[in-house]
């Protein structure tokens, strides 16, 4: 099955850093990438739709100069929250969907998940 | 706007028995895609089942099945034999078109799998 990796698993940070995660397509290409933003026992809020070679598309009151998303190649997505605080703190989780192959299905493969804890 | 509304927040069953988790949703579209999602306390989302709305007959995968009613903009999920493996939160999704591919999301159930 198609795997997709995100990396860090979690990561904990001081107030006013920036942190990046990355979002790997392992065994497919993925010309499309999305985030997704999940609070504690809530459901997961599409954040962005990464698309490589253009520019992410975000959803409405996502702000796109905090949540910095870049798609520099069919199998890689990062995530950069800039000047973080603690109410950025969450579970950001990426998916993909393969270039060929699956398309057809509307089937999104999933990544492990990031917590971020924001001090 | 699609929404998804998912009325239990947790359940419990006992293993080797039935559960079925409700689901519905809001479209004012006619062609769209519909699934159930699985999230272990591992974290990654695992598809469980997916139908398609154009189609009449109910999707199967196995041990889990799907009761959709389309007029009454119904998804539910019956989880036959549970397994202690089966505990998770599980979500409904809505996706609009393949082209959008963009899923809209419940607020899940807990599934509790007893032994």
């Known amino acids: 099955g198609a795997v997709v990796s995100q990396h860090p698993s979690r990561v904990i940070c001081k107030s006013g850093t920036s942190v990046k995660i990355e979002c790997r397509s392992l065994?497919?290409?993925?010309?499309?990438m999305f985030w997704y933003r999940q609070f504690p026992k809530q459901s997961l809020m599409l954040m962005a739709t990464?698309?490589?070679?253009?520019?992410?598309?975000?959803e409405q009151g996502v702000e796109k100069d905090k949540f910095l998303i870049n798609h520099a190649s069919l199998t890689l997505s990062t995530l950069t929250v800039t000047s973080a605080h603690p109410e950025d703190s969450s579970f950001y989780i990426c998916?993909?969907?393969?270039?060929?192959?699956?398309?057809?299905?509307?089937?999104?493969?999933f990544g492990e998940g990031s917590r971020l804890t924001v001090l | 706007a699609q929404t998804v509304t998912q009325s239990q927040p947790e359940m419990s069953v006992q293993e080797a028995e039935t559960v079925t988790l409700s689901c519905t949703y809001d479209?004012?579209?006619?062609?769209?895609?519909l699934f159930w999602y699985k999230q272990p306390p591992s974290r990654q989302m695992i598809l469980v089942i997916r139908?398609?709305?154009?189609?009449?007959q109910n999707a199967t995968e196995n041990r889990f099945s799907v009761n959709f009613q389309k007029a009454a903009k119904s998804f539910s999920l019956k989880i036959s034999d549970s397994q202690l493996g089966d505990t998770a939160m599980y979500f409904c999704?809505?996706?609009?078109?393949?082209?959008?591919?963009?899923?809209?999301f419940g607020k899940g159930t807990k599934l509790t799998v007893n032994p």
């Open positions: 479209t004012s579209e006619n062609n769209y895609y």
């Open positions: 139908q398609e709305a154009y189609k009449q």
């Open positions: 990464s698309n490589e070679g253009s520019k992410a598309t975000y």
């Open positions: 065994d497919f290409q993925a010309t499309t």
């Open positions: 999704a809505f996706m609009k078109s393949l082209r959008s591919e963009k899923l809209v």
């Open positions: 998916s993909a969907r393969r270039t060929s192959g699956g398309a057809g299905t509307g089937e999104l493969f």
